[in-house]
């Protein structure tokens, strides 16, 4: 099991001024995007108040993760990250932009939303891949651990802090105003803050030194020009190859099935934030802050005590807690809404011991998503390799989104057809089994006997091309 570094050696991290901009940009690019994901659900439900188009919306910022997740972490396997990670920001600063002025001009236009998110979660597919391979090059191979600790803590921060804290908070409390005429909604307020915000995190990546992003496996450098004319034509074997990697390394997989399942519930969570406040509690759709920011002070102190608690739990124990703890709290939310019908069947919905107890349950719900989130994610991050690292980070987030789309829908059919204590109700048994399935998925294997991943790159590299070749004849 690795040791996960005390908070010590984070600070001993962020006093390197190179490290410091890359986590800052980490920190606000990925809260802006989980921030803009929820605005555009918020703005759907706003304009035509139909849960089919707000699943479009989730489609459409989910869909080029499975098309471009992939390719993407080819991609950057074999160019200069720092341009990428320049690129990146900068073109999302400029499309978000752009968004702004398409929802002044006309906020009913919905083809222009659509085309435009998916235009922004494109562009931001290249970014994470990117990021994850730069961070052995700022730091020693002694500070690799906590590095990769901290990046996985502020990773599941800007998830909490962009979709459950920042965006509802800004949209509930931004007023709507006028300038010149020109009426400007709190989303439209929000989308400007984001522009700007990627605008910095631009500044931030240039602020570190080119000789820095220093190729970790130098044998690669001599073959960087070859290889870049050959990016096209290799980019679906070597995808491929990635996935054999994988798969061939089953702790890996694990974490990476459990670290989707982890994200595809916070999505199933912005989906239901809205229905669950306004059908299931029978508050104004204003308190969503209110009801939903215990779940993201949860995911934050979870994500942060993580450090401390992993060593001693271990991750398999971790995941599992986490899994029943979230099933726990699913199922209590509407069964606390029947017991306070039952209490008082003409206040229920404005008593305020319902209210704590809600928070309470969406307190558990933060922490348990932490307790699976970080022990998947340190897992991954451990299991993999320098050279192989942006296909594997794509990867994942290519069964994330794949896994992500058709529950999502799936999800809001069934809360429209059945209800959201429905939803609940179910949404528990898939995640007590899911939790279930990873410890039988650990013993049938034998997962902590197995050796650890392929380090050298020629090994691995040979590895997966024999695999490639034996799947194709």
Not at 310 to 320: E, T, Y
Request: glycine share 6%; with cysteine.
């Amino acid at each position: 099991m690795a040791v996960i570094a005390p908070h010590d050696g984070y600070l001993t991290l962020l006093r390197k001024r190179s490290f410091l901009y890359l986590w800052l940009a980490q920190l606000i690019s990925m809260t802006c995007f989980f921030a803009s994901n929820y605005a555009v659900l918020v703005l759907i439900e706003e304009v035509t108040g139909s849960t089919i188009l707000v699943g479009l919306a989730i489609i459409c910022f989910s869909l080029p993760a499975l098309i471009l997740g992939a390719p993407a972490g080819v991609f950057v396997d074999r160019v200069n990250k720092r341009r990428v990670l320049l690129a990146s920001n900068f073109l999302r600063a400029i499309a978000t932009l752009i968004f702004v002025i398409s929802l002044l001009v006309d906020r009913h236009q919905l083809i222009p939303i659509y085309l435009l998110t998916l235009l922004i979660s494109g562009i931001g597919q290249f970014f994470t891949p990117a990021e994850g391979a730069t961070i052995p090059m700022l730091v020693s191979e002694e500070e690799l651990v906590p590095a990769l600790s901290l990046f996985n803590i502020t990773f599941t921060l800007s998830q909490a802090i962009g979709f459950i804290l920042l965006a509802p908070l800004i949209l509930s409390l931004l007023p709507t105003y006028t300038i010149a005429s020109v009426v400007i909604h709190p989303v439209e307020s929000l989308y400007l803050i984001i522009a700007v915000l990627y605008a910095v995190c631009t500044g931030l990546i240039a602020l570190i030194p080119t000789r820095n992003f220093i190729q970790v496996a130098r044998g690669a450098q001599n073959r960087r020009n070859t290889q870049n004319l050959e990016i096209v034509s290799n980019i679906w074997t070597e995808m491929y190859q990635g996935w054999v990697f994988v798969r061939r390394n089953k702790k890996l997989f694990l974490a990476v099935v459990q670290l989707s399942f982890a994200g595809t519930l916070l999505l199933v969570i912005g989906e239901l934030a809205s229905p669950i406040v306004t059908k299931l509690l029978l508050l104004e759709a204003n308190k969503m802050a209110l009801v939903f920011a215990p779940a993201g002070i949860g995911l934050v102190g979870g994500s942060v005590l993580m450090p401390r608690i992993l060593p001693r739990l271990g991750k398999s124990r971790a995941v599992f807690t986490g899994a029943v703890a979230l099933a726990a709290a699913t199922v209590l939310l509407p069964l606390i809404t029947l017991a306070a019908k039952a209490i008082a069947p003409n206040s229920w919905n404005t008593n305020p011991i319902l209210l704590i107890c809600v928070a309470l349950v969406m307190l558990i719900a933060g922490v348990a998503l932490a307790f699976i989130n970080i022990p998947a994610q340190t897992s991954m991050q451990e299991q993999t390799p320098e050279w192989i690292k942006g296909r594997v980070f794509a990867l994942q987030l290519v069964l994330y989104n794949a896994a992500a789309i058709p529950i999502i829908l799936f999800i809001g059919g069934i809360a429209d057809l059945f209800g959201v204590d429905r939803v609940l109700y179910l949404l528990s048994i898939s995640v007590l089994g899911f939790g279930f399935w990873g410890l039988y998925y650990e013993r049938k294997h034998a997962i902590k006997s197995l050796p650890e991943p392929l380090d050298g790159k020629k090994e691995g590299e040979k590895v997966a091309e024999e695999d490639t070749l034996s799947s194709k004849l």
